[in-house]
Nanobody, 129 residues
Framework: VQLQASGGGLVQAGDSLRLSCAAS????????MGWFRQDPGKASEFVAA????????DYADSVKGRFSMSRDNARNTVYLQMNSLKPGDTATYFC???????????????????????WGQGTLVTVSS
């Protein structure tokens, strides 16, 4: 799966941004799509995930109620709508794709980056105070 992320930028605290991640290469029906973020010198942090087939979502506690992840089947694209942005949200955001390998699975399992085998390039989000 090839992934192309876009939509980052410089915004002020309280503003909104929508990130996009266009996928190509194979059908995504058996995949979970995720967003992670990383600040220089810090570990990668899970942000959100969505099951392509079920639409089930999971979010990090730090973004619950502010961020929303969705998918567009026709465009093979997932989105991360980020509202009420804070300076602490400043990071490079990466989208990723994880194949679902089990019949029984939970979306919460996909908060681990090692579940993902395809990664897009990052898009930088900078939130000024």
């Amino acid at each position: 799966v090839q992934l192309q992320a876009s939509g980052g930028g410089l915004v002020q605290a309280g503003d909104s941004l929508r990130l996009s991640c266009a996928a190509s290469g194979r059908p995504l029906g058996s995949y979970v799509m995720g967003w992670f973020r990383q600040d220089p010198g810090k570990a990668s942090e899970f942000v959100a995930a969505i099951s392509w087939s079920r639409g089930t979502t999971d979010y990090a506690d730090s973004v619950k109620g502010r961020f929303s992840m969705s998918r567009d089947n026709a465009r093979n694209t997932v989105y991360l709508q980020m509202n009420s942005l804070k300076p602490g949200d400043t990071a490079t955001y990466f989208c990723a794709a994880a194949p679902i390998r089990s019949v029984i699975w939970s979306i919460t399992s996909f908060s681990r980056p090692d579940m993902y085998n395809s990664w897009g390039q990052g898009t930088l989000v900078t939130v000024s105070s």
